[in-house]
């Protein structure tokens, strides 16, 4: 009897599955779920988070709770008439349950709304949304945001997250030391990744609640959320470093996936370059010389200096951004940062000379301050220091500045601790400019830096 219970039971489930799939034509779930024996809708357990837009598609990311059928629904209506749907992906257990879903068919500059539909049924209470991009011809005013050095904390807010989605951003850079835990194992390092965003910790949920369903997001690590601190390409945990980005994280295409998480986008006139500085460099003590590399410290093909050459000698925007997770300016943490790779630092700053690249600036993490800029006096090219967003002194050194020497910078540097917040670039027409900003997390300004364009 409890056999038969147990066969009628799952040809019910069987017949609505296939009823709520048959208005979109996805039939192929019901034979999925005949030969799974999934009788159990799945739910959504991380995400969405959106990334990797262009002026035509995007990827979302997102995590269920098992094996299951997961697609999103996305239209420029807000109550979703007239829906596109994007390939039926099911994740699976070797990848953590996680899936980036691939969009497409997007129209510039347009707001999207969508939902995540798994096992046919809607898991958002309230629909996400993001705006597209525009064309890369297209010269356009528009702000981003960047923050840097977030303390893992369970307890501690990080309200710069919710202070600058005030300003609505076009998207925001994560760039480095996204937590500060130093994970060895896949597993840690998934923990972290889903913590971040809000699972557990207080720092997370800003970031949830006010910046994961409206803000494209792009991230690259440093070295306390790559796994090994003052990290370098000999961290044991490389491979499984990388396997978690990719899992979790919506990126713009890998130049070298198995390698490294450089890459680079376009919004507009700006083309952002986001370097890996850890998983390619050499270790800190080596000889500084020509050998040593903090970009292709192995040396393999289709490295990432290479790449970095290249993207910046052939980019047409007007504008190229280069962000590092460590301080480029040489006079800053000489242990750990470009200060240690000096030699690789002056070919950097050559080849951008001696090729005649210009409306460079460099975005920079894990000093701990406040902020602090410089015009390329003592950086090479015109570099901001973004400020942490919510560390503390147990986090920082006692001195309230950094956790090494600050160095010097044309502007100053701010105190760390006291002083959490983030930076919003402006990108203005008319003149061509940017208008760099360091805000507390009360939108107070701190700092204001006007770069010209020199084309």
């Known amino acids: 009897m409890d056999r038969c219970f147990s066969v009628i039971s799952f040809i019910t489930r069987l017949f609505n599955t296939a009823v709520c799939f048959a208005r979109s034509g996805l039939w192929v779930i019901v034979f999925c779920t005949f030969f799974t024996g999934n009788t159990t809708a799945e739910s959504l357990t991380d ?15 997102v995590r269920v709770s098992g094996p299951g059928a997961v697609y999103l629904e996305y239209s420029t209506d807000p109550n979703l008439r007239f829906a596109m749907q994007s390939d039926v992906v099911y994740p699976r257990y070797r990848d953590d349950f996680t899936a980036i ?58 309200p710069s997250y919710a202070r600058l989605a005030i300003d609505e951003p076009r998207f925001l850079l994560q760039i480095g030391d996204w937590d500060h835990r130093d994970p060895q194992t896949l597993d840690e390092m998934r923990l972290m990744h889903r913590e971040v965003r809000g699972q557990g910790m207080s720092s997370g949920r800003y970031f949830r609640d006010f910046i994961a369903n409206t803000t ?4 690259v690590w440093d070295d306390h959320d790559y796994g090994m601190n003052d990290g370098d390409y000999t961290f044991p945990g490389k491979a499984d470093a990388i396997k978690a980005y990719r899992e979790y994280f919506p990126t713009p295409e890998l130049p070298n996936p198995e390698a490294g998480i450089w890459q680079s986008f376009r919004y507009a006139q700006v083309e952002i370059f986001m370097l890996d500085v850890r998983s390619n460099r050499d270790p800190n003590t080596d000889t500084d010389d020509e050998n040593k590399s ?18 910046l000698a052939n980019s047409t925007a ?50 701990h301050s406040g902020g602090a800029f410089d015009d390329g006096t003592n950086a090479g090219v015109p570099e901001m220091s973004v400020p942490h ?10 001195t309230g500045i950094t956790t090494h020497t600050p160095g010097t910078w044309t502007s100053g540097y ?42």
């Open 47 to 61: 995400g969405p988070v959106v990334g990797a837009v262009t002026d035509t598609s995007a990827k979302v990311f």
């Open 216 to 219: 494209p997001l792009y991230y």
């Open 389 to 398: 967003s919510n560390m503390n002194m147990n986090d920082d050194h006692p």
């Open 294 to 311: 903090m970009l292709n410290g192995e040396n393999i093909e289709n490295g990432q200096k290479e790449w970095l050459f290249s993207g």
């Open 101 to 158: 879903i691939p969009i497409d068919g997007l129209l510039p500059n347009r707001t999207y709304y969508y939902q995540v539909i798994v096992d046919g049924q809607p898991t958002l209470s309230s629909l996400s949304s993001f705006i597209s991009f525009p064309p890369d011809h297209v010269n356009t005013e528009f702000s981003f945001a960047a923050l840097a050095d977030v303390g893992n904390s369970k307890s501690r807010g990080a």
């Open 414 to 455: 701010i105190r760390g601790p006291e002083n959490p917040g983030y930076v919003l670039v402006t990108v203005e027409t008319n003149p061509d400019r940017l208008i760099l900003e360091v805000k507390g997390v009360s939108g107070d300004i701190r700092m204001t830096e006007t770069l010209e364009s020199n084309d």
């Open 318 to 367: 007007k504008w190229k951004i280069i962000t590092s997770g460590v301080t480029f300016n040489p006079t800053t943490k000489p242990a750990d940062a470009w200060g240690a790779f000096t030699t690789e630092w002056q070919e950097v700053v050559d080849f951008i000379t001696a090729n005649n690249i210009r409306n460079v600036l460099v975005l920079s993490g894990d000093l």
